[in-house]
């Protein structure tokens, strides 16, 4: 009897685990809409999805604080923020990286470029997005918030440039 009951409970687990995987997916393909966004910086100021509405590209970066690849993304992001500036940009990591924000803001110099929005995901975004593979990970969204190109790993500026409108 125990063993069916694990055995039951295992299949159940691993279903409820492949449909939460399925419903991720829908956000991971070129063309996918983005998701609710709701990131918390370091002051505690809240931004949603709203404050990325401009009319050009949203450039979302996916990111782990302590990540020393990461970490230097956000510098060459800040020494190149003119080619970007027509364009929202987010760095955006787990809501469980909050304690380790400061060091990253430190390591980067990230923020001395306030154009550059910096914080915690608290809408579950990151799940949704993240394709678990290296960090950090880039995706590219359109004016209408469409999935354009994701990059993952190191990704050179030029790649990034391509998508600059």
Do not use: W
Request: hydrophobic fraction near 40%; include cysteine; charged fraction near 20%.
């Amino acid at each position: 009897m125990k063993k069916i009951f694990f055995a039951a409970a295992v299949l159940m687990t691993t279903g409820f685990f492949a449909r939460g995987q399925e419903a991720n997916a829908q956000y991971r393909s070129k063309g996918a809409a983005l998701p609710a966004l709701k990131v918390i910086d370091t002051t505690g100021k809240i931004y949603t999805g709203e404050a990325f509405k401009g009319n050009n590209h949203f450039f979302v970066f996916l990111f782990n604080p302590t990540c020393g690849h990461c970490i230097e993304m956000a510098k060459l992001m800040g020494k190149n923020i003119t080619t970007f500036k027509k364009n929202d940009v987010l760095f955006m990591a787990g809501a469980a990286m909050g304690p380790y924000m400061g060091s990253f803001y430190q390591a980067s110099g990230i923020g001395s470029h306030p154009e550059i929005k910096v914080g915690v995901d608290s809408a579950g975004a990151v799940d949704k997005l993240y394709s678990y593979s290296t960090l950090p990970q880039i995706n590219i969204y359109d004016k209408d918030r469409k999935l354009v190109k994701t990059f993952n790993g190191d990704t050179p500026l030029d790649s990034l440039k391509k998508y600059v409108p």
